[in-house]
């Protein structure tokens, strides 16, 4: 519930930010003075939202799921997992495959 209540936090206070940015820059323009740095209060509120983005983000993700051979193995049989072919025999298949169309031993 909290992590939810982070991320909507942070939307608020990054899109006030943004707004405050476009208001104050408006203001520098209206002036005739392009040149000029953000006030702190809006740089305040930037990385505040930034930090309460990454908490509620974080707080929000899945648990990790283990990843060891051990772990995977509980779900999985030996049986499932080993289950290829023997050792193939190709040799016994050649004479068939490159045998020449005159011979009839076929």
């Not at 209060?41 to 899945?62: C, F, K, T």
């Amino acid at each position: 519930m909290i992590e939810k209540l982070f991320l909507t936090l942070a939307t608020l206070a990054l899109l006030h930010a943004a707004y405050s940015t476009y208001e104050h820059l408006s203001l520098l323009k209206a002036l005739g003075k392009p040149e000029g740095s953000l006030p702190l209060d809006i740089v305040y509120e930037s990385i505040l939202a930034l930090i309460l983005g990454l908490l509620g983000a974080s707080l929000n993700a899945p648990p990790l799921k283990d990843i060891t051979w051990a772990s995977e193995m509980k779900k999985r049989t030996i049986d499932g997992m080993d289950s290829r072919l023997g050792f193939a025999h190709y040799k016994s298949r050649g004479k068939f495959l490159f045998a020449s169309p005159h011979d009839d031993k076929i």
